[in-house]
């Protein structure tokens, strides 16, 4: 009986320190404003100016979409901001593919529950599509300034 215990407890150990040497690594990779940042830090970037489209191009007005999210706002009472956040996003793609917009220009968004306490979304803005991408020259320098993603300066002489 003692030997079949020294045993068990033996292969117990074994499969225990076995066990310690398999791992398993999941990684997950988000983007983020921030990352973005983290990666281009030892990146010289060359700034692009474009143009805009209001669409549609004759008569532009604002558009507006409005998505139920089927979500109870008692459930998510307290992270209400992050969830309306979050729609706000998702009903801002919905409104570009419909258009075939690259982004919403001058998007105001309006959260509001419908009578079953759900929580709905309502986001108006001006569909716009970019054109005319092209380098930034010494006569656009000014409007640099403008881009809130330039953390360093930008030395016109490097403009062309």
């Known amino acids: 009986m003692k030997k079949t215990f020294i045993y068990f407890c033996a292969v117990i150990g074994i499969i225990l320190v076995l066990q ?24 010289r970037v060359s700034p692009y100016l474009c143009d805009f489209e209001m669409i549609p191009k004759e008569n532009p007005k604002a558009v507006y979409e409005e998505y139920n999210t089927n979500i109870l706002v008692e459930s998510i009472a307290n992270n209400v901001d992050y969830w309306i956040k979050r729609y706000e996003t998702i009903v801002k793609s919905v409104m570009m593919k419909k258009y075939n917009a690259d982004a919403i220009l001058s998007a105001t968004s ?15 803005g001006y569909p716009i599509k970019y054109t005319n991408f092209r380098p930034a020259t010494k006569e656009d320098a000014w409007m640099l300034k403008f881009d809130s993603t330039i953390k360093e ?6 403009l062309k």
């Not at 310690?20 to 990146?43: G, K, M, P, R």
């Not at 309006?110 to 108006?124: F, P």
């Not at 300066?153 to 490097?158: Q, S, T």
């Open 110 to 124: 309006e959260s509001k529950t419908n009578e079953k306490g759900e929580l709905v979304i309502t986001v108006r």
């Open 20 to 43: 310690s040497c398999a791992t398993s690594t999941y990684s997950v990779h988000s983007a983020t404003a921030v990352t973005e940042d983290e990666i281009s830090l030892n990146v």
């Open 153 to 158: 300066p930008i030395i016109v002489n490097d």
